[in-house]
């Protein structure tokens, strides 16, 4: 059965940090590419970050610089480290796993920013 477990998001105030973590269990995780989404109330979901199993990360414009995703493949677990987060950033953050023939959701977490 594959699980991914997001956690690490609460209520920060503007200008501050959190660091999200989503633990993966039931694939092979070190071939699989790695991704953080958001959606907040009344939009759609939409990209933050990615991290494929080998290369670079990518980042949606509206984060480059303020966040950072990792990848620990010994602990089949994948990062978001955020900084300077503004109320806009506030959403339920989705992790996602993607193969070529497999993708999953995580149950997300909620990340308030109050201004």
């Known amino acids: 059965q594959v699980q991914l477990v997001e956690s690490g998001g609460g209520l920060v105030q503007a200008g501050g940090s959190l660091r999200l973590s989503c633990a993966a269990s039931?694939?092979?995780?070190?071939?699989?590419?790695m991704g953080w989404y958001r959606q907040a109330p009344g939009k759609q979901r939409e990209l933050v970050a990615t991290i494929p199993s080998s290369g670079s990360a990518n980042y949606a414009d509206s984060v480059k610089g303020r966040f950072t995703v990792s990848r620990d493949n010994a602990k089949n677990t994948v990062y978001l480290q955020m900084s300077s987060l503004q109320p806009e950033d506030t959403a339920v953050y989705y992790c996602?796993?993607?193969?070529?023939?497999?993708?999953?959701w995580g149950q997300g977490t909620q990340v308030t920013v109050s201004s």
């Open positions: 996602n796993a993607r193969s070529r023939s497999s993708f999953y």
């Open positions: 039931g694939i092979a995780f070190s071939s699989y590419n």
